[in-house]
């Protein structure tokens, strides 16, 4: 069964633990959908990875590419 998983687009985030935000940290998240053409698709909000200064997640951001790949 293929699974295509697609990224559309990061952003940069306040981290935050169960709700609260966590001070001077940023997390990065991407926008993924899925969709394996048998009824199972969706979409969501991914945590990638924290950072100590938004300057950090902006780098990390700029440096990567948005993928479109079926598993």
Do not use: C
Not at 27 to 41: I, L, N, P, Q
């Amino acid at each position: 069964m293929e699974q295509r998983i697609t990224d559309k687009e990061f952003k940069i985030v306040e981290a935050s633990f169960k709700g609260y935000p966590i001070k001077d940290q940023w997390m990065v998240k991407v926008h993924r959908t899925w969709d394996d053409g048998e009824g199972y698709s969706g979409e969501a909000w991914r945590d990638v990875q924290i950072f100590d200064t938004k300057s950090e997640a902006e780098k990390f951001v700029n440096s990567q590419t948005l993928i479109d790949t079926i598993v």
